[in-house]
């Protein structure tokens, strides 16, 4: 978490699988109660209500402001964050994004939606919060998760960021974003989630818990039957390489340029890819774009007090 004049920047970003801070991973799903549930652990309280957060994972919405979840889901991003601070009362400017197609369209109502309340008051995992949102800047997603190594990027370069909702493609020339050269893709890794549970139940009759796929797209293995593994690691191989055929109708070229990946699908790459290893780079890291994002306000706010 960065500060600048007393105001502690929070970045935050709003995956459909994942909640993810500079610092903190929380899976996106809310369960609402209308009194306080049994077990603790990601407990929100707000307005009267109870939330529990990290069942699960949110379904894909073509607009983030459609409901509350992702307003709910940011109280618990600045609690987290400001947790590992030991604060509980701030003065904070949110940073955050959307797909890169999105960004123009959406960026105002979803800032709006943001700042809604510019007090929040609200209690996470029995602490008390009181915030005062004092402003928020609204980042296309994908391309600040490397805009802290762009002086890596030579030539021709194309950047895909490969969420569990979408994926976003840019084109990045000589250091600098093409903006017409931008595209998102309703084509994340719930799509392969999806399509190995389908297999699994086609193959053997069988409903296979969403956490096994999880396991085996993170890491290329888990603890279960080898032929049930190996139904779910050919159903990853075929969604990597559908995920290539849709670089390569965007003129991706690996002869022409080097193709940098983030976001959670960059483990599926890893794992079931067949593609030239010294001209891919995956940047692992899940919180990288939140990383970038808390960069690029800091950086922009230290310029407008400057000037």
């Given at each position: ?11 935050i ?102 700042m ?64 017409n ?64 055929a ?43 774009t939140?990383?970038?994002?808390e960069?690029?306000?800091y950086h ?8």
């Open positions: 978490m960065k500060e600048l004049n007393s105001i502690k920047i929070i970045a970003d709003h995956g459909y699988g994942n909640i993810k801070t500079t610092n903190t991973v929380t899976p996106t799903g809310i369960t609402t109660y209308d009194t306080e549930p049994i077990f603790t652990g990601n407990i929100l309280e707000y307005n009267g209500r109870y939330y529990r957060i990290g069942d699960g994972h949110k379904e894909f919405a073509s607009d983030k402001c459609m409901d509350e979840d992702y307003y709910l889901l940011t109280m618990m991003g600045i609690a987290r964050e400001l947790h590992r601070e030991q604060l509980t009362q701030a003065d904070i400017h949110l940073a955050a994004g959307l797909p890169l197609t999105w960004v123009r369209r959406q960026r105002e109502d979803f800032r709006a939606y943001l809604k309340n510019p007090c929040m008051d609200f209690r996470f995992n029995g602490t008390d919060y009181h915030i005062n949102v004092v402003g928020c800047s609204i980042y296309p997603q994908g391309y600040p998760a490397v805009v802290e190594h762009l002086v890596d990027f030579k030539g021709t370069n194309l950047l895909a960021d490969i969420g569990n909702g979408t994926m976003n493609i840019l084109y990045i020339n000589n250091k600098k974003p093409v903006e050269r931008s595209y998102t893709e309703k084509y994340g890794v719930n799509q392969c989630m999806i399509a190995a549970r389908n297999a699994v139940l086609d193959s053997f009759g069988v409903k296979i818990e969403d956490s096994i796929i999880e396991q085996i797209l993170r890491s290329g293995t888990a603890d279960i039957g080898s032929t049930y593994l190996e139904c779910i690691k050919r159903t990853a191989t075929e969604y990597v390489s559908n995920i290539f849709t670089l390569r109708r965007y003129e991706y070229n690996p002869d022409l340029m080097r193709l940098y990946v983030v976001g959670g699908g960059g483990c599926l790459l890893k794992h079931f890819g067949n593609y030239e290893k010294e001209r891919v780079t995956i940047i692992d890291d899940i919180c990288a939140a990383k970038g994002y960069f690029l306000a922009a706010l230290r310029r407008k007090e400057q000037s």
